[in-house]
């Protein structure tokens, strides 16, 4: 039976009304809200420095030949600016793209983790810009500066990213404008050949991690990593299969990111064919894209699946950092470049030591992944001085051989002793106290953790590591030759530049020596007070 309405005693138009909006409120009450809130100033370090790459494209159309410098300066004006955005929200409390469906889920936050992470991004893509500024007279000015911030938008907008849309847009963001980046050397062919390695590769990388995405999304319904965590707890037998097969494709792409062996493989030839920054640059900002990725999904979107993923990374872990070591013991010191190639073995070994705590993770709590942050702290800092010096022997040695460092001390000797200070950072040894201490804090996570076989492989990756280290250190100090050896004049020859002078001197630009001077000042100012990047391995940054 139905009532009319319309035809009750005593009920009114306007009781109609007040009946209707009560409905309406109920139901508005019951339905999730799909009004995001937007919090400007938490977004703000990746806007301005998104912002500043627009700005350097449009800018460069109407800037002269002579007066192109500036577009550097005004990068570097950028970054900075972004890096300081980042103090007024050192409370790490905020966060926005916020939807409520029962639980809150944000799309992006700023937390303690974002705010490290963004603050190694954004610094090293301001050291970056230094190594580069008197390195882009015979580039395109104003597409390097654009590519180079819009990747450091990207990167410093992953850690923050909360959502798997948002971490792959991200991911991308970072990397698209970096393959660009490896092959903007004109008339280069290693260049392009590096870039083409790097792109293939990488796109093979993305879309096993898409097809991934896509199975944890069909397990799920949901794409925000917090309600993954929640549903993948209580996934229906059937889909086991499904959901594990999706968490380990999701992995595949932030492996290749990171330079995990089997998927390091592009390493080597890119670094040596792309620009000496940008090789720094994919050294440090690559890889902090890659792990502070693959700690968002471990660690806040798979916990319930860690049996999937711990002993999956703990065997990349071993596997990465004894090739890493193995292939730069196995370096000539007379063959071209070989100088960037051990660096770039180096980076994928370090990528193993990276790669401990977050395995340890999966056997006991969250908070190993702190030794992961502040080992790559450490790595950052010292691994850009490393670079920075490599950029400038390159200025009278372009073919950066091991055997072009001989003698160095004789010729730039602070150069020399910062050097040698980097690589024994490096090496885990003093002076470079840092480093032997962050080596300690990612050995401690696995030994907590249980993992006593992994502990036992990276001692050992460790020893084989200070004999490289040690030999290039004493290469430095050694007197110089003569003359260059007949191999030298040979790859000179084939760089298309003359062997010079050992004891040739020349006025170093202002942007390298500063950033050897702030990388140096770093890594003596962490080697002295170490607990200042070492407390994040025992405190929670989420």
Known sequence: MTADLGTTPGLTTSDLAAAGSLVGHTVAADAPSVVQSIDWLAIAPPTLTALAALIVLVADLFLPAHRKQLLGYGALTALAAALALLIPLRAGDRSTFCVSTGTQACSYTADHFTLVIQALVLGGAFLTVLLSLDDTRKLPAGEYWFLLLASAAGAALLPASRDLATLVVALEVASLPAFALVGIKRGDRRSSEAALKFFLSSVVATAVMLLGVSFVYATTGTLHLTEIAARLGDVPPVLDTLAKTGVALTLVGFAFKTAAAPFHFWVPDTYVGAPLPIAAYLSVVGKAVGFSGLILVTVIAFPSYADVWGPALAVLAALTMTVGNVAALR?????????????????????????????????????????????????????????????????????????????????????????????????????????????????????????????????????????????????????????????????????????????????????????????????????????????FASVTLF
């Open 331 to 535: 370096q000539n010191a007379s063959r071209a470049r070989s100088a960037v190639r051990l660096l770039a073995w180096s980076s994928v070994a370090q990528a193993g030591y990276l790669l401990v705590p977050i395995a340890a993770a999966a056997y006991s709590t969250g908070d190993q992944i702190g030794s992961t942050v502040a080992y790559a702290l450490m790595y950052a800092v010292v691994n850009l001085g490393a670079f920075a010096v490599a950029a400038l022997v390159a200025r009278t040695h372009p073919g950066n051989r091991l055997s072009d460092y001989r003698g160095l001390y004789a010729t730039r000797p602070l150069a020399a002793l910062a050097l040698g200070f980097f690589l024994l950072c490096l090496a885990g040894l003093p002076p470079g106290i840092i480093g032997l201490f962050a080596k300690v804090t990612v050995f401690s996570a696995a030994v907590d953790a249980g993992l006593g076989w992994l502990a036992v492989v990276m001692a050992v990756n460790v020893v084989i590591a200070l004999y490289y280290y040690l030999q290039w250190t004493a290469i430095l100090f050694r007197a110089p030759d003569e003359a260059p050896d007949k191999a030298s004049e040979t790859a000179e020859a084939a760089t298309g530049a003359a062997a010079p002078a050992p004891a040739r001197r020349f006025r170093a630009p202002a942007p390298l020596t500063t950033a050897i001077v702030l990388t140096a000042a770093a890594g003596i100012l962490l080697s002295g007070v170490p607990q200042t990047v070492l407390r």
